[in-house]
């Protein structure tokens, strides 16, 4: 079974600063997808980034990118120029592209945006 | 366009009551999935639909619980003779038929059993 660890429960970075946010995953697969996702208080929960697992390409979206490192099975998030809309649980989430449709998360990172 | 919608947004349950929770997915969505966010915690997949068909319900944490999607849009998640453990927010998403597809989250019920 996949599992995905987030090992920081939780993160502060600066207003305009830049923060990473770490996520590791176990498979024995070779075709997936990996994805960011945001929950803010309000708890709708918002895709940010996806990446499929057979490009080497890095995905961005505006002020969000990740570095996917899928010999190391990691896939951290990056934040810059940060803003205080930013302030949100963070979920890194791994999904099948084999059959499977069920998205795999874990345990998620709070971030906080200081002003 | 309208989102996904959950209804009702709380409820609260003494125990041994059964309680059911709905979800409408966004119109033409093939993929239906239910999740269970115990607080400070990810979501955990309990099962998934595909029009009609449940596909998958590997995530169903007992027999007390029982999903359904009789003509492929609405879904009903049902919870017989609630326990206190069962107090989470139970999360419904949608989407397009393939694995690649995002799937949209619907704000979720916050169910609390007393």
């Known amino acids: 079974a996949q599992t995905v660890t987030q090992s920081q429960p939780e993160m502060s970075v600066q207003e305009a600063e830049t923060v990473t946010l770490s996520c590791t995953y176990d498979?024995?697969?070779?075709?997936?997808?990996l994805f960011w996702y945001k929950q803010p208080p309000s708890r709708q929960m918002i895709l940010v980034i996806r990446?499929?697992?057979?490009?080497?390409q890095n995905a961005t979206e505006n002020r969000f990118s990740v570095n996917f490192q899928k010999a190391a099975k990691s896939f951290s998030l990056k934040i810059s120029d940060s803003q205080l809309g930013d302030a949100a649980m963070y979920f890194c989430a791994y999904r099948s592209a084999n059959g499977g449709n069920k998205l795999v998360f874990g345990a998620g990172t709070i971030l906080r945006v200081k002003s | 366009g309208a989102g996904v919608s959950q209804s009702p947004r709380y409820k609260v349950a003494k125990r041994g009551q059964d309680v059911a929770l709905r979800c409408d997915p966004i119109?033409?969505?093939?993929?239906l999935f239910w999740y269970q966010q115990a607080l400070g915690q990810g979501p955990e997949f309990l099962t998934y639909f595909q029009n009609e068909a449940q596909l998958d319900k590997s995530g169903l944490p007992s027999d007390r619980f029982f999903a359904e999607r009789p003509e492929g849009s609405v879904s009903t998640l049902k919870i017989q003779r609630t326990q206190q453990e069962d107090s989470a927010v139970y999360l419904c998403a949608s989407s397009l038929a393939t694995s690649y597809n995002e799937q949209f989250f619907g704000p979720g019920t916050r169910l609390t059993v007393l």
């Open positions: 119109s033409g969505h093939v993929s």
């Open positions: 498979t024995s697969e070779s075709d997936y997808y």
């Open positions: 990446q499929e697992a057979y490009k080497q």
